[in-house]
């Protein structure tokens, strides 16, 4: 009897390191591999939604002599993405045409910016376009007799961002991601045009 209960023990306990070593040997080859691929795959889809969270807006500027001072500047913004987002003039300078580096020089005694709203940052829905527009006065103390043939540029620098609504859902959802996706979620562009020479 004593010798069947051994027998029987170790019967049981070949069945049960059998059993643990193939379950091993199936988790390594099989379940394994299969739980890499679907982290794999989820992290693809988490890169898809933050990547869909990068802003594209359309920009287009243009200008109007109004006096040897004084130039219009008008510039339409159109979002040409999917989601909603918000825009806004960081920064406007100029440049000179004959300098190839394209040094920009900010508003300070040479010239000023007027703009009829500060601060101004709508929210533009798929689809739909937003207008700005500023003036640059050249002072009148430094170019007595103004500028008559323009060798300057303006340059706008625009930023970007998608609403903070998806930004928002999408950190709740990935809350480890959050630098990532408040970093594809701005975004800034130059657009250059040379100043006109013409007075209208």
């Given at each position: 009897m004593k010798e069947y209960s051994v027998s029987m023990v170790s019967g049981l306990a070949g069945v049960i390191i059998g059993a643990t070593i193939q379950f091993g040997i199936n988790y390594q080859l099989i379940e394994k591999p299969k739980l890499r691929i679907e982290q794999q795959?989820?992290?693809?889809?988490?890169?898809?939604?933050?990547?869909?969270?990068?802003?594209?807006?359309?920009?287009?500027?243009?200008?109007?002599?109004?006096?040897?001072?004084?130039?219009?500047?008008?510039?339409?913004?159109?979002?040409?993405?999917?989601?909603?987002?918000?825009?806004?003039?960081?920064?406007?300078?100029?440049?000179?045409?004959?300098?190839?580096?394209?040094?920009?020089?900010?508003?300070?005694?040479?010239?000023?910016?007027?703009?009829?709203?500060?601060?101004?940052?709508?929210?533009?829905?798929?689809?739909?376009?937003?207008y700005f527009d500023f003036h640059i006065k050249f002072s009148d103390e430094k170019y007595k007799d103004g500028i008559k043939d323009s060798t300057a540029g303006v340059n706008v620098l625009f930023e970007f961002e998608t609403s903070q609504t998806a930004q928002q859902y999408l950190i709740n959802s990935f809350p480890e991601s959050e630098s990532e996706i408040e970093y594809f979620s701005k975004s800034k562009l130059n657009f250059m045009t040379r100043l006109t020479e013409i007075k209208t």
């Open positions: 795959k989820t992290a693809i889809e988490v890169q898809k939604a933050i990547s869909s969270l990068s802003t594209n807006l359309e920009t287009s500027c243009s200008n109007t002599k109004l006096d040897n001072w004084t130039w219009h500047v008008e510039c339409y913004v159109t979002n040409r993405g999917a989601l909603p987002a918000s825009a806004k003039i960081e920064e406007i300078s100029i440049f000179a045409l004959s300098d190839k580096k394209r040094t920009l020089y900010k508003q300070d005694d040479i010239f000023s910016v007027v703009s009829p709203e500060e601060n101004y940052s709508p929210i533009l829905n798929p689809g739909s376009r937003s």
